[in-house]
C-alpha cells in the first residue's frame, strides 16, 4: 500500500498525538472540508474514507482496502487510474507551459489541436469547440449560446428551454434550474425563469401499462404538447441527456428520441444533447447520441474527455448555430479563465489518441458492453430485489423492488438504495444508489475477468441487502 503524497501533506504539525494517516485526514477534513452532495454532520459523525491510490479498475484507501471501482470515479475516469500517457502529457504541459488563456487574440497548440481532436469524433457538423471546466459550466455555456443565437437570428423571444423531470444537467444555477432534481430545487433559489420541464421517459417506473413502445412516443408526446402550450415562437431548444445518468440511467424506449428530433424539426427548436456522462464511448459509440440515434444542434461533455484526470469540459456546436456566431455575433461575452487550460488539454488529447490507439469504443461496442450486459441479466436478474435492469454498453441501471413480480417499489424510496450502498461499501465495492435503483458505470478497460468479479461483488451486495430490507421489514 502506497500512501506517500498522503504521508508528505500530512505533517507532524497537522497531526494530532496518536493519530495514524487515516484518522488525521479525518480530523481535518471534519474540521474544515465542506463535501459536495454531502450530509457533512453525519460525514464528520462516520469519517470520511480516505482515498491514496488507484491502478486500472482499482483503488486503494489509507487503511490498505482494495476496492472496485464500479462507477469509474463519478462516471469519468474511462481509461481507468494510473495511466502513463495521461500523466506524462501532464507532467510535460505542466514544465513546458502551466498555464495561458485564450481570450485577447491568444491559443495555445493544446487547445486548438484538441478542438480538432474532438471534431474527429463528434458526430455530423459539430465542428466547432468552446472549452470549459466542468459539466455544469459546458451546460450554462449552451444555455447562453442557444439563447444568443435566437437573438442573432432575430428572434429574441426564443428563450424557453424544455427539459425533462429527474434530469442532472449540474449544479450551478444554471445546470440547476435547467435539470429536473426537486431536492435541488428546494435549495439555493429562486432559479431560472423560462425553464420548463416535462416528463422523463422512464418507462419501468411510471409506464402507465404501457408497451416500451407506446409509452416511449406518449412520453416525447409530452414535448409537443408543451411546445403548443407554450407556443413554439417562444421555445429556443429542447435540451437532454440521450441516457439519463445520475437520475438513475434511465434508457429511453426505443423510438422516444426519434420522436423528440421529429417534434424539434417540425417547429424549428434546437435540440442539445448533454453528453457529459454518455459521451467517450461509455455506451459503445463516441457519443450517446450515436447510440441513440440522435443528431443535436449542440452538444455539452466532459466527464469522459480527460478521463477525469483534469477538469475539462466543451461544447461541440454545429454549423448552423456556429455560422450565426461567428458571421453574425461579434463578441462574445462569455468564458473561463481557464477555458481551454494547456494542461487539461493536453490530457484531454492524449485521452482521446488513447482511446483511438486502443480501439476503446470498439471494445465497449462489440465485447466488453454486451459481456457486460449479458452478465449482469445472468447473475441479478432472478435475485429476488431485482425489478428490472437497464443499459447500454458499460452503464446500467438496477430498480430494487419490494416484489418483483408485482412490480411493487419499496414504500419508503431510497432506504433499500441506502443500505444496498451501505454494503457496497463494506465490501470494497463502489456501486452508487439512486433512490432504489443502483447505478453501475465502471472504467472502459475493465476486462472480463474484472466484469465476473464486479457482478459477483454486485450479487454478494444484494444478498445482504435482502436479509437487512426483510430484518427491517422495508
Ligand atoms: C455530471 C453531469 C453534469 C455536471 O458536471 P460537473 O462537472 O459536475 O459540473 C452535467 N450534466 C450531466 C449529464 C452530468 O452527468
Not at 494510473?82 to 487547445?111: C, H, M, S, V, W
Not at 401499462?209 to 404538447?225: D, Q, R, T, V
Request: hydrophobic share 40%; with cysteine.
Amino acid at each position: 500500500m502506497s500512501a506517500s503524497v498522503a504521508n508528505q501533506i500530512i505533517t507532524p504539525a497537522t497531526t494530532e498525538p496518536g493519530h495514524n494517516l487515516t484518522t488525521s485526514v479525518q480530523q481535518i477534513d471534519a474540521r474544515h472540508h465542506l463535501h459536495p452532495f454531502t450530509d457533512t454532520a453525519a460525514l464528520n459523525r462516520r469519517g470520511a474514507r480516505v482515498m491514496v491510490r488507484g491502478e486500472g479498475v482499482y483503488l486503494w484507501d489509507s487503511e490498505g482496502n482494495k476496492i472496485l471501482d464500479g462507477m469509474a470515479g463519478l462516471w469519468c475516469v474511462n481509461l481507468g487510474y494510473g495511466r502513463r500517457e495521461l500523466i506524462d502529457a501532464a507532467k510535460t504541459q505542466l514544465e513546458e507551459l502551466p498555464y495561458y488563456n485564450n481570450f485577447f487574440q491568444t491559443t495555445t497548440a493544446p487547445a486548438a489541436v484538441l478542438a480538432q481532436e474532438i471534431a474527429s469524433v463528434t458526430p455530423g457538423d459539430l465542428n466547432h469547440i468552446f472549452f470549459a471546466n466542468s459539466g455544469s459550466e459546458a451546460v450554462d455555456t449552451l444555455m447562453r449560446m442557444i439563447r444568443h443565437y435566437w437573438t442573432l437570428e432575430g428572434q429574441p423571444q426564443k428563450t424557453l428551454l424544455i427539459s425533462r423531470d429527474n434530469a442532472y444537467h449540474g449544479s450551478t444555477i444554471g445546470g440547476t434550474s435547467l435539470g429536473g432534481m426537486t431536492p435541488m430545487h428546494r435549495q439555493g433559489g429562486p432559479f431560472l425563469p423560462d425553464i420548463e420541464h416535462i416528463r422523463q421517459p422512464y418507462w419501468y417506473g411510471e409506464g402507465d401499462g404501457l408497451s416500451e413502445a407506446e409509452f416511449g412516443l406518449k412520453a416525447a408526446a409530452a414535448l409537443e404538447e408543451r411546445i403548443l402550450q407554450l407556443g413554439p415562437e417562444r421555445v429556443a431548444a429542447f435540451v437532454g441527456e440521450p441516457i439519463q445518468g445520475a437520475g438513475g440511467v434511465i434508457m429511453p424506449p426505443a423510438g422516444y428520441w426519434q420522436e423528440i428530433q421529429r417534434i424539434c424539426r417540425k417547429y424549428d427548436i434546437l435540440l442539445a444533447a448533454d453528453e457529459v456522462i454518455c459521451g467517450f464511448g461509455r455506451t459503445g459509440s463516441w457519443f450517446g447520441s450515436q447510440t441513440l440515434g440522435i443528431e443535436p444542434d449542440l452538444m455539452s461533455m466532459a466527464k469522459g474527455l480527460s478521463s477525469g484526470y483534469m477538469p475539462i469540459s466543451a461544447v461541440a456546436v454545429g454549423d448552423r448555430v456556429a455560422s450565426s456566431l461567428i458571421e453574425k455575433g461579434g463578441e462574445f461575452y462569455h468564458g473561463f479563465t481557464y477555458s481551454g487550460h494547456p494542461v487539461a488539454a493536453a490530457v484531454a488529447i492524449a485521452n482521446i489518441r488513447t482511446m483511438k490507439q486502443e480501439k476503446i469504443v470498439e471494445y465497449v461496442a462489440d465485447d466488453i458492453g454486451p459481456y457486460f450486459q449479458q452478465r449482469l441479466r445472468q447473475i441479478l436478474a432472478e435475485h429476488p430485489l431485482v425489478g428490472h435492469i437497464e443499459g447500454i454498453g458499460l452503464i446500467a441501471g438496477i430498480a430494487l423492488v419490494k416484489d418483483r413480480a408485482r412490480r411493487t417499489f419499496f414504500a419508503e424510496t431510497g432506504a433499500a438504495g441506502q443500505i444496498c450502498r451501505d454494503h457496497c461499501f463494506e465490501n470494497n465495492l463502489i456501486m452508487r444508489a439512486v433512490g432504489d435503483r443502483m447505478v453501475l458505470s465502471p472504467p472502459l478497460i475493465i476486462s472480463r475477468d474484472e466484469v465476473d468479479e464486479l457482478c459477483q461483488k454486485v450479487r454478494t451486495c444484494f444478498d445482504l441487502t435482502l436479509k437487512s430490507v426483510r430484518e427491517q421489514g422495508l
